[in-house]
């Protein structure tokens, strides 16, 4: 139900292959960085990533290349290389 529903599954791939290593209680997109948030549960978590992606995308980081710095912190090439592996095939298949 979320809008950015392919970028937060294919974040959740390149920080913690989808959810299965999570820096804290169910953020799978490692957010908050050194300081990383916790959530009382996915829903709660899923709208808190969405509603970061946008507002990302709101200041012209539109894609996982322009993400990239400001989401990981550091220039990791392949970050942005599983995030477009997962968004490309979740588009290629109609999702």
């Known amino acids: 139900?979320?809008?950015?529903?392919r970028l937060i599954i294919g974040i959740s791939f390149a920080e913690s292959n989808f959810c299965k290593r999570n820096i804290r209680p169910n953020n799978?997109?490692?957010i908050g960085g050194g300081n990383p948030e916790s959530y009382d549960n996915y829903d709660e978590a899923v709208i808190r990533a969405n509603n970061l992606i946008q507002k990302y995308h709101d200041s012209?980081?539109?894609?996982?290349?322009?993400?990239r710095n400001r989401w990981v912190g550091w220039q990791n090439h392949n970050w942005i290389l599983a995030v477009e592996q997962v968004t490309d095939a979740l588009e290629t298949r109609g999702i």
Not at 1 to 5: I, R, S
Not at 60 to 67: H, I, R
Request: contains cysteine; positive net charge.
């Open 28 to 30: 799978c997109w490692g």
């Open 1 to 5: 139900k979320q809008y950015h529903y």
């Open 60 to 67: 012209g980081l539109t894609s996982p290349k322009l993400m």
